[in-house]
């Protein structure tokens, strides 16, 4: 099928003319121009439409999930035009799933219980100005210590403005200033009663009695209670909780792995829950600074001082790094700004005073031993502070925020990394743990914990049936199948083969290479050819003399290029670079997957890509068979459909200034076999919450349209599903309003009157739920894990939102993560089923392995986007420290944009 073809429905069903399209309007140019010429016309008549369906007065009250869940209505997304979009809330549930065999399970939730009478009365506290928050835990603590009023209160505080009791304070009617002295020095915090107490004891009503809503900030309080007395013997990190001497892992650079427990408050389908699970973080090593720096540069050690052309690459792993120094007679904690060229011997205070290294010597009675070494300057640096580098000691319980190595992260996943049943063992130990610190409070303000887990339901949906070459089917069994023919193979021709690994062990291994591609490519289905080069180029003049070579070779379409061993993301960005600018497309092989006994597995995940990125389909699954045992299976893809699947990336607080980067990938076709992908680079999140909404969206989502209706020969999709990765549970409301407005006008602009079925529904990978297999259900893989295709609807779900547990692929190592998904609009008024399924179908239409995996593929795809285009930001050599001087989002995302023959498909698997 080539660009120009029909689309394909998966049933045999004939689609209704456009009415009122224009014939002529083939170009996505030409389309556009109309748009913009149409635009104010359009915006005015929309406008008046508008005002002429307004809600009445009597309507406004109602919630636009009561208007939304009413079936009988024909065009359910004119009637959402009615209301304002800050009206728009997320869709109730609409029942829970039935298909699928019955499994029994274990989640990591715990019940969390509550007396009717149970309250916790709020306060206000104001401290200090610049008050650490470790100092605030310390002055309230004082607070309550000195003064009678306090006594009985059983007081929780969060370090910031909130105060909680368990009785009301004596005395404390209005706002009142408490003076403490602490460690010698005079402080004062002002408490304030609030009129908002936590009714902890309502709980129970709204699950009793369906009265109510559970409200975020009770769910808060209970958090702070839970957490308030860990605390003090933990090292925390929000709701994460570290013992530094529990066992730590040395990962190399001055940073050692901690083991830790995460603890949150979740809301259930009947009964609120605390949720348990391990956590891993690096951490910095406490010790002088000196041996920090010895550890990241071992020249510093073997040569005795610091080489200045190092300090820049000193300074990336020092730059906001916490140090204190206790040569005074308290302790004091800096931020590091870099190491200077300054040396203590040589920087000269004053005449009277002399030297740094006089200074320490005569002042604080301090020998310097390494005053030739370059001394710490802090921040702020407009003050000039330097210290030097033996009085410095790098501050404990600091989290690393950089980026890791390699070597740190495969030593991460490996400590991390537990079977199922051993993760269980752990969860439940540590809950035992902080139960036992926790209970102490919670008793006082009514609240009951369990040491037992939560048992619940869930059940294994059915797989698909996978169509692949010659148009035979098979079952996936447990997510995987057979290593087979491709559905419809690209032909290889035109290729070439270059190697950046060592020269003299290239030629047997580049023979011994195509020889066995071109075999698993015949029973793959592909045609091809001997390369029309094999060639030999050295790392650092890769770009160049790829150039000469193309130039010698005329229309070369493909290109294997095998990295060097020590392959970084250097490397892989300099072979983009080079597709970009020749226009000829790559796939990259590692050295250690080349060089060692080739098999077919490998070779056959090589050619799923290879035949992917040419235009070809590796498998699809059989729609029509596949939702046969659905109820109303055959309603979505009887119409046009496109699936776009969107992320959004941040880079880490450390990195500077770069841009956060959003890729969008949407559907053209029936069987996910072509896609159109959009790359937006927007500014750095200074506010996570509002950066997480993708910039210039309307714009996106009309280019996808407009380039799905040029591929299926002006056919419009008549239902969009749109996959959301990176969205908070917080940033529900945000993104649905802003996002589905953005939808909804990119639909009105491209034609008046054009509204499609829109099914919003975002993907979380980042939560703490674990779903293990119960003592009476035997797994179905070595590994001890669910089954693929288990999903969760009941017991801990969300009592209010439409949110499924889908765990759809089958576990190799450690414990499977389930998906989290929250349906947040659905205009279609799909049954939970059809979602589920749907969801779980898409997850096996991934073409780079022959397994199911743990999200659907547009999303998937949506993150490749992202990382391609975070690595080669990453190589673009810009100072991202020095906010003035860096480029605009548009030059950058002009840098991103990919060559202009390659534009097609998924040319970044």
Same mark, same amino acid.
């Given at each position: ?503 003299? #062990? =290239? !030629?047997?291994?580049? %023979? ?5 591609? +071109?075999?698993? *490519?015949?029973?793959? &289905? ?69 060089? #060692? =006994? !080739?098999?077919?597995? %490998? ?5 799923? +890509?290879?035949? *992917?990125?040419?235009? &070809? ?293």
């Amino acid at each position: 099928m080539d660009s120009n073809d029909d689309y394909q429905p998966r049933k045999r069903t004939k689609y209704n003319d456009c009415e009122g399209e224009p014939s002529s309007c083939h170009l996505v140019r030409r389309e556009k121009e109309e748009i913009r010429h149409d635009h104010k016309k359009k915006k005015n008549k929309h406008k008046k439409h508008k005002n002429k369906n307004k809600h009445d007065e009597s309507n406004k009250g109602k919630s636009v999930s009561s208007s939304h869940g009413d079936k009988s209505k024909d065009n359910p997304l004119s009637d959402r035009r009615k209301a304002e979009i800050n009206d728009l809330r997320p869709i109730p549930r609409k029942g829970t799933g039935k298909i699928g065999e019955k499994v029994k399970l274990y989640a990591n939730y715990f019940p969390l219980k509550f007396k009717p009478s149970a309250i916790a009365y709020k306060y206000a506290v104001k401290m200090p100005e610049r008050c650490p928050r470790r100092l605030a835990y310390a002055l309230m603590k004082a607070v309550a210590q000195e003064y009678e009023c306090f006594n009985g209160c059983n007081q929780v505080y969060d370090g910031a403005q909130a105060l909680f009791t368990s009785r009301r304070i004596d005395n404390l009617d209005r706002s009142r200033i408490f003076s403490v002295l602490y460690e010698g020095k005079q402080y004062k915090v002002e408490v304030s009663p609030i009129n908002s107490n936590a009714e902890l004891g309502s709980i129970n009503n709204f699950y009793e009695e369906n009265a109510g809503d559970i409200i975020e900030n009770d769910l808060t309080c209970m958090e702070i209670i839970l957490s308030y007395l860990p605390r003090f013997t933990y090292t925390t990190i929000g709701q994460n909780f570290y013992l530094p001497n529990d066992e730590p892992v040395d990962l190399g650079m001055g940073i050692e792995l901690w083991r830790g427990t995460s603890m949150s408050v979740k809301p259930g389908e009947w009964q609120l829950y605390v949720n348990i699970d391990e956590k891993h973080t690096a951490f910095y090593k406490a010790q002088p600074l000196l041996d920090f720096i010895r550890e990241v540069c071992p020249d510093v050690a073997r040569r005795g001082y610091v080489d200045p052309r190092k300090l820049n690459f000193l300074n990336g792993h020092l730059r906001g790094l916490s140090i204190t120094t206790s040569h005074l007679r308290y302790v004091k904690t800096y931020r590091v700004a870099g190491l200077v060229e300054i040396t203590a011997d040589d920087h000269l205070i004053s005449e009277e005073k002399g030297s740094v290294t006089d200074f320490f010597k005569h002042q604080h009675q301090v020998n310097l031993r390494y005053g030739h070494f370059p001394m710490v300057q802090v921040e702020p640096r407009n003050r000039n502070i330097y210290i030097p580098i033996e009085l410095a000691q790098v501050k404990e319980g600091q989290r690393c925020l950089r980026s890791l190595s390699e070597s740190q992260i495969t030593t991460i996943i490996h400590c991390s990394t537990k079977k199922p049943f051993e993760k269980r063992r752990g969860v439940l130990a540590a809950a035992r743990r902080i139960f036992r610190e926790a209970s102490r409070t919670c008793e006082q303000y009514g609240m009951e914990l369990s040491e037992l887990d939560t048992s619940v339901r869930g059940r294994q949906l059915p797989a698909p049936l996978i169509t692949y070459g010659n148009s035979r089917r098979v079952t996936p069994r447990n997510g995987c199948w057979s290593n087979v023919p491709f559905a419809n193979p690209a032909e290889l021709y035109d290729w070439g083969l270059v190697s950046m690994g060592p020269q003299d #062990r =290239n !030629l047997n291994m580049q %023979s011994y290479f195509y020889d066995r591609l +071109k075999e698993e *490519a015949r029973n793959k &289905g592909m045609r091809t050819e001997s390369p029309r080069f094999v060639r030999h180029i050295p790392e650092g003049r890769f770009q160049e003399d790829l150039g000469r070579v193309l130039s010698e070779f005329n229309a070369i379409k493909f290109l294997f290029v095998i990295l060097p061993p020590s392959s970084k993301d250097a490397h892989y960005s300099t072979v983009k670079k080079a597709e970009q600018e020749y226009g000829c497309m790559t796939q990259c092989i590692r050295w250690d997957t080349f060089t #060692r =006994n !080739l098999k077919n597995k %490998s070779l056959g995940n090589i050619l799923s +890509k290879t035949n *992917a990125k040419l235009g &070809g389909l590796n498998w699809t699954f059989d729609a029509m068979e596949s939702f046969k045992s659905i109820r109303g299976g055959n309603c979505i893809f009887n119409t046009p459909v496109m699936i776009i699947g969107a992320d959004v990336t941040h880079w880490a607080i450390c990195e500077g200034s770069k841009p956060s980067i959003a890729g969008i990938v949407a559907t053209l076709d029936s069987t996910c076999r072509k896609y159109a992908s959009r790359i937006v680079v927007q500014p750095p999140r200074h506010n996570k919450q509002s950066t997480e909404i993708i910039h210039n969206f309307k714009d996106v989502i009309t280019y996808l349209l407009l380039k799905f209706r040029r591929v299926n020969r002006d056919v419009k999709p008549q239902k969009i599903f749109y996959y959301r990765d990176g969205v908070s549970n917080g940033q529900f409301v945000q993104t649905l309003r802003e996002e589905l407005a953005h939808i909804q006008a990119a639909c009105r602009e491209l034609e008046e009157g054009y509204e499609p079925q829109v099914t919003y529904i975002t993907a979380q990978k980042r939560h703490k739920t674990r779903l293990f297999c119960h003592r009476d259900q035997r797994p179905d893989n070595k590994s001890g894990n669910v089954p693929a295709g288990t999903v969760v609807d009941t017991t801990i779900t969300h009592p209010l939102l439409f949110d499924f547990f889908l765990c759809s692929h089958s576990g190799i190592q450690g414990t499977s993560r389930p998906c989290h998904y929250t349906v947040l609009w659905d205009d279609s008024h799909l049954s939970a089923d059809l979602i589920q399924c749907f969801t779980y179908f898409l997850c096996h239409v991934y073409a780079r392995c022959t397994r199911s995996v743990s999200y659907p593929a547009p999303i998937y795809y949506a993150h490749l986007l992202c990382t391609r285009a975070r690595t080669l930001l990453a190589s673009m050599g810009y100072n991202w420290n020095n906010p003035s001087r860096l480029p605009t989002t548009d030059s950058i995302e002009g840098k991103l944009r990919q060559h202009r023959d390659l534009r097609k498909d998924v040319y970044f698997l």
